[in-house]
Nanobody, 125 residues
Framework: VQLQASGGGLVQSGGSLRLSCAVS????????IGWFRQAPGLEREGVGC???????YYADFVKGRFTISRDITKKTVYLHMTSLKSEDAAVYYC????????????????????WGQGTQVTVSS
């Protein structure tokens, strides 16, 4: 199983960025994808997730600013980030979790089985 996060970079405060998570090697029929971030000196925190039925859930601190979507044909999940703030600067990770057919998703990091390597997002003021 591989998850490849990409799209990070330097963006000005108030700007936008789109992260991608390419997923391969998962044979389970139902998979949830979560996005997480970790800033220096802080614990990893959940940003949001998308279920296999396209339900999306977000942490309060990104609601209205971040959106998760996916392209099934490309096996890629996206994190669209807008109105970026300095406190959004972190290494962003995507992760995958095999779920039951009628499950939703959560952004509780310990639940996730497979992790990508992370992509750095830097926000300049």
């Amino acid at each position: 199983v591989q998850l490849q996060a990409s799209g990070g970079g330097l963006v000005q405060s108030g700007g936008s960025l789109r992260l991608s998570c390419a997923v391969s090697g998962i044979t389970a029929p139902y998979v949830a994808i979560g996005w997480f971030r970790q800033a220096p000196g802080l614990e990893r925190e959940g940003v949001g997730c998308i279920s296999h039925r396209d339900g999306t859930y977000y942490a309060d601190f990104v609601k209205g600013r971040f959106t998760i979507s996916r392209d099934i044909t490309k096996k890629t999940v996206y994190l669209h980030m807008t109105s970026l703030k300095s406190e959004d600067a972190a290494v962003y990770y995507c992760a995958a979790l095999r779920v039951a057919q009628y499950s939703t998703c959560s952004y509780h990091a310990p639940a996730y089985e497979y992790w990508g390597q992370g992509t750095q997002v830097t926000v300049s003021s």
